[in-house]
């Protein structure tokens, strides 16, 4: 794969998610810990259905319950994710999208026309995500402005979100696996499945996500469909 995925690779083998897996004592919080569990699965399952059948509602339920399962966690006594990245950068997304209702008619989903690790681009306009880290609090906003130029990919005015959508449900897993979380099987079937391959067949998890071709062929095409987006 490309440095970018190899980097990001050791980063996860140096870091590794025992990191952010930090459990406090259980024995007083079962229903916290269903709760959190619940969560997890609710995760698992929007991803899916995000994969199916991708486009802007998919998307906001699945950064909706991102954010539901960081809270779950914590009030379970986990650590959350907020040592990752990729989810400081969602959840700036989230809490703009929370907030501003036209981010759903602001989002474009197409099949990915050129190599790329994943099946689809999920394009967020240039400026969505500039308005999205202005909403952060000023002690954050330099931090949560150095994920997301690290974990969206930019080409022009669009910005591609989707590899950063992979890697933390990646991440994600991880997590939950470290700190012994029981999600539903029925949930988590799939991607288990398919990161059990990976395992097995010595593929890396985490990719680098980003689309191989000159950028001055790929920039001013995806500009020019997230340029038909509506203005707002």
Request: proline share 5%; glycine share 4%; net charge negative.
């Amino acid at each position: 794969m490309a440095e970018g995925a190899n980097h990001i690779v050791r980063r996860l083998a140096i870091d590794g998610p025992s990191q952010l897996a930090d459990p406090m004592s259980t024995s007083d919080n079962s229903a916290a810990l269903k709760s959190a569990a619940n969560a997890a699965a609710r995760l698992f399952r929007a991803y899916e259905g995000h994969n199916r059948a991708a486009g802007p509602d998919t998307l906001f339920l699945l950064l909706t319950a991102i954010h539901s399962l960081d809270d779950r966690l914590q009030k379970a006594g986990i650590a959350g994710f907020e040592k990752l990245e990729e989810f400081a950068a969602l959840r700036a997304l989230r809490n703009f999208a929370h907030h501003q209702d036209e981010i759903t008619a602001n989002v474009c989903i197409i099949p990915s026309q050129v190599d790329s690790d994943l099946a689809f681009l999920c394009l967020v306009r240039r400026e969505q995500i500039e308005r999205a880290i202005e909403m952060v609090v000023a002690r954050w906003r330099p931090s949560v402005r150095t994920a997301c130029e690290a974990r969206f990919h930019s080409y022009g005015d669009a910005v591609n979100i989707n590899p950063c959508l992979f890697n933390f449900m990646v991440l994600a897993y991880e997590h939950l696996v470290a700190a012994d979380v029981q999600v539903d099987p029925a949930a988590i079937e799939a991607f288990e499945a398919s990161y059990r391959f990976e395992a097995r067949e010595g593929l890396p998890h985490l990719i680098d996500g980003r689309l191989s071709a000159p950028a001055g062929e790929i920039d001013p095409m995806l500009s020019a469909l997230v340029a038909r987006l509506p203005v707002t």
